[in-house]
C-alpha cells in the first residue's frame, strides 16, 4: 500500500497565564520549563535534556497528580514523544495527545488512498481504491476538544498547550485532575486509587476500551520504563511492581458496555463483530472470503501485519461489501479498538498470494504507512500484541519474524505478480517494539562470529533517507527506522542491491523494498569488513553498515538450507503448491511455476518453517466442492530478500548454525 501525505506542523504561539495566586505561584515555576525568554539578551540555549521530566514531576506537584500516573499516561497516548508540535490522526498534539481537531483539520491535507489487491494468483473481485477521510473524522470517541479543556483549566494558551511540550505535561495532568474530581475520588497521592480517572482519559465511550487502555498505562507503572524521546529528552518512570489499581472504579465511570458477543478476541482488548459478507452477486460470482475449516482442514502458519491506507470508516464500508475483499480484523488507530470480519476458520482475501491466505490471519491497522506518528499508536501497538499474542498462543504460531509477516513481507505468488505486491506496513512500523509486547524481545541467540544475524537496528536512532511520502522524488522528514539498507559493497556510495524479480533501478522510495532489511528478519553471513556485514540476499552479496558501537544486528543461531551437493542452483517459489500427482478428479492441478530468483551454489538461506505441499481449492459459493490438496513434497519457507519464499525440501540440504 501507498504513503500519503503528511500534516504541516502549526505555528507556535503565546501564552496567557492565569491570574488567581495559585496559577501565579505554578506560572513561576513552569516558565522556565516553558523555555521562557531569558532576562538577559542572547542566543537560547538548547533545551536540558531532562526539561520534560522536570515538566512532569512541576506538573504533577501542581495538579495533585501522582507523578507515575501522569508519566504512564503519557507514555501510552505518545511514548513521551511530542512530533514536532505535529497533530495525530485525531488531533492531538504533544507528550499528554491533547486533542484539537478543528486545529488540526484546518491545516491538515487529506491523506492519499491506496489499494488492495483481491486474491492475488486466485483474485475474482475488482480492484477498488480506497476512499480517504479527513483526519478526526474518522468514526472515533468524541474526545476531539481535550485542549480547550485543558486550556480553560490551567489559563494557559491552547497555542501554548500544542507546541510546547511541558505546556502540554501541564494540561494533561489538569484533565486527569479533574476527571478524578467529577468522579468524587480523593486527589490522592497513591496512583492505585486513579483507575477511573486513567479509564476516563482514554476518551474511549465504552468500558472495555477504558478498562484496556488503564490497564495499559497501570502496567506501564508497575514495569516502568526509560527512554529518549524525539526531542532528545531523558524519560524515566520508575518501576513500581506493587501498585494495585482499584479498578472497581470503572463502574462509576458512565461509560457504556461494549459488545463482543462473537469476537474470537482476549479478553483483554476492546472486539466487536462486523460481518464480511459471504455472498453470491451475480454470473456465479461470490464474494467476499471463503469458508474454512481451519485449523482442523489446515494449519493457520501466519499472522500478516497490515496497514489501511484508509481511515476506520471507509475501510469497515469496504470489508462489508461483498464485491471487495477481506481480512480477519481491523485495529483504530486512536485507542486499538478491533473489529472482527473473518472467523479463524475462514480464509479472508487479504494477501495477494493464495497460499498465504489459505494460511494465515490478517490484520488491518488504520493508518498510512507514510505518516506513523499521525497513526502508529501506541495504543494501536499493544491491542494488537494482545491479539498477536492470543491468536498465535490459540493455533501454535510461533512468535518470529517468520511467522508474524508484514504484507510487505509476502511473496508474489508467481513470477508476473512480484511488482504489484503491497509494500505495508512499511520502514516505519516498530517492529522491534512490537515484539518487546509480543514478550518476545529480539535477542542475540549465538556468539560475535555466528554464521547467522538478526536485524535489529535502534529504532530512534536509525534514520535512513526515504523519498515520496508526500511526493515522487521528495525527500521524507527524519525519522526512525525498522530497516537497514543494503549496498552492493562495503560502501555508502557504492550501488544499492537490485531486486531482479522488480527489473527496476532500486530507490531509496519510501515503497521500494529492492535493497532493505527489517528488524527481526535473519540472513547467513557472507562476510564482513571493519564495520561492515555481508549477507546472503536475493541470490547475491549484500553489505550493511553495522558498527560495534552502535549494530544493525545482533548474531543468531537457526537453521541454514544451501542447495544439495551436485547442483549450481535451486528454484525459488513465492507458494508452496503441491505436485500434479496430488489433485484428485475434479481439482485442476495448479502449476508449481518458479520465481525469477533462485538459490545457487555457495550461498545459504535462514529456514523459517518446514510446511507441506498444500492447495485450498475454494472456487464455488457451494461448499461441497472445497478441499485442501495436500501432496507429497515438502517445501521449507526462507528468509530470501525482504520478502519470505520457498524452496522445495528435495533440492536443498538442511544444516543448522549455532
Given at each position: ?9 502549526p ?25 521562557a525568554?531569558?532576562s ?57 495527545h ?7 483539520l ?9 489499494t ?42 491552547p ?15 489538569a ?5 478524578q ?43 516502568g ?165 492470543y ?59 555466528a ?19 508526500t ?133 545459504a ?28 513434497d ?25
Open positions: 500500500m501507498r504513503g500519503s501525505a503528511t500534516v504541516p506542523e505555528a507556535p504561539g503565546g501564552r496567557r497565564v492565569r491570574t488567581t495566586a495559585g496559577a501565579l505561584a505554578a506560572a513561576a515555576l513552569l516558565l522556565p520549563l516553558l523555555g525568554a531569558p538577559v539578551a542572547g542566543p537560547a540555549a538548547p533545551p536540558a535534556p531532562d526539561r520534560l521530566q522536570r515538566a512532569f514531576a512541576a506538573a504533577a506537584a501542581e495538579y495533585h497528580v501522582p507523578q507515575s500516573v501522569l508519566l504512564g499516561v503519557s507514555y501510552l497516548q505518545s511514548r513521551w514523544d511530542a512530533h514536532g508540535g505535529a497533530p495525530s490522526v485525531t488531533g492531538g498534539y504533544g507528550p499528554m491533547l486533542t484539537d481537531a478543528r486545529t488540526a484546518a491545516g491538515a491535507s487529506h491523506h492519499g488512498g491506496g488492495e489487491d483481491p486474491r492475488g494468483d486466485d483474485a475474482r473481485a475488482p480492484r477498488r481504491t480506497r476512499e480517504a477521510t479527513p483526519p478526526a473524522t474518522n468514526g472515533l470517541p468524541a474526545r476531539l476538544t481535550t485542549l480547550r479543556r485543558a486550556a480553560e483549566l490551567t489559563g494557559l494558551s497555542d501554548a498547550l500544542r507546541t510546547d511540550p511541558a505546556a502540554n505535561v501541564s494540561g494533561g495532568a484533565l486527569l485532575a479533574a476527571a474530581r467529577e468522579l468524587g475520588e480523593p486527589l490522592s497521592e497513591d496512583p492505585a486509587d486513579w483507575y477511573g480517572a486513567v479509564a476516563r482519559f482514554s476518551g474511549a465511550d465504552d468500558s472495555a476500551t477504558a478498562a484496556a487502555y488503564a490497564d495499559d498505562v497501570y502496567g506501564v507503572i508497575r514495569a520504563e526509560r527512554r529518549t524521546t524525539d526531542a532528545g529528552q531523558r524519560i524515566t518512570l520508575a518501576a513500581r511492581p506493587d501498585v494495585v489499581p482499584d479498578t472497581a472504579q470503572l463502574a462509576h465511570t458512565g461509560l457504556r458496555a461494549a459488545a463482543s458477543a462473537g469476537t474470537e478476541c482476549p479478553a483483554s482488548v476492546s472486539c466487536e463483530w462486523i460481518p464480511a459478507p459471504y455472498e453470491e452477486f451475480g454470473d456465479g460470482d461470490y464474494g467476499n472470503h471463503d469458508l474454512g475449516n481451519r485449523p482442523a482442514s489446515q494449519r493457520i502458519r501466519y499472522i500478516v501485519v497490515h496497514d489501511t491506507e484508509g481511515t476506520w470508516n471507509g475501510v469497515l464500508n469496504m470489508v462489508q461489501d461483498p464485491t471487495y475483499v477481506s481480512w480477519n480484523y481491523t485495529l483504530r488507530s486512536t485507542d486499538g479498538h478491533i473489529a472482527q470480519h473473518v472467523k479463524a476458520k475462514d480464509v479472508a482475501w487479504h494477501a495477494g498470494n493464495w497460499y498465504v491466505n489459505a494460511n494465515s490471519v490478517g490484520l488491518e491497522h488504520e493508518g498510512f504507512l507514510a505518516d506513523p506518528d499521525a497513526w502508529y499508536t501506541e495504543a494501536m501497538y499493544r491491542s494488537s500484541a494482545r491479539l498477536v499474542k491468536l498465535a498462543g490459540k493455533y501454535d504460531i510461533p512468535l518470529d519474524r517468520q511467522h508474524i509477516l508484514g504484507h510487505d513481507n509476502v511473496p508474489g505468488p508467481t513470477a508476473s505478480t512480484v511488482p504489484g505486491m503491497h509494500t505495508d506496513p512499511g520502514p516505519y512500523w516498530d517492529w522491534r517494539h512490537y515484539f518487546q509486547l509480543l514478550g518476545r524481545p529480539i535477542e542475540p541467540t549465538a556468539g560475535k562470529k554464521q547467522l544475524v538478526t536485524i535489529r537496528p535502534d529504532y530512534d536512532t536509525n534514520r535512513p533517507e526515504y523519498t515520496g511520502c511526493a515522487a522524488g521528495t525527500p521524507c522528514p527524519a525519522h526512525g527506522s525498522s530497516e537497514v539498507r543494503l549496498y552492493t559493497d562495503h560502501d555508502v556510495n557504492a550501488p544499492l542491491v537490485e531486486d531482479v524479480g522488480l527489473g527496476t533501478t532500486p530507490t531509496t522510495g519510501v515503497n521500494d523494498l529492492s535493497s532493505r532489511v527489517s528488524t527481526g528478519q535473519q540472513f547467513a553471513v557472507a562476510d564482513r569488513w571493519g564495520d561492515w556485514t555481508a549477507i546472503w540476499y536475493l541470490g547475491q552479496k549484500a553489505w550493511f553498515h553495522d558498527p560495534k558501537k552502535h549494530p544493525a544486528a545482533v548474531p543468531a543461531s537457526g537453521r541454514l538450507v544451501t542447495p544439495r551437493a551436485g547442483l549450481e542452483s535451486v528454484p525459488v517459489y513465492g507458494r508452496a503448491y503441491p505436485e500434479s500427482a496430488a489433485y484428485p478428479a475434479g481439482v485442476p492441478a495448479q502449476a508449481v511455476s518458479p520465481l525469477r530468483y533462485t538459490l545457487p551454489k555457495g550461498q538461506y535462514v529456514v523459517g518453517d518446514e510446511v507441506p505441499g498444500e492447495y485450498y481449492y475454494a472456487v464455488t459459493f457451494d461448499e461441497a466442492s472445497h478441499r485442501v490438496v495436500t501432496g507429497r515438502r517445501y521449507y519457507e526462507i528468509q530470501y530478500g525482504h520478502r519470505v519464499a520457498y524452496v522445495r525440501a528435495a533440492d536443498v540440504t538442511l544444516t543448522t548454525a549455532r
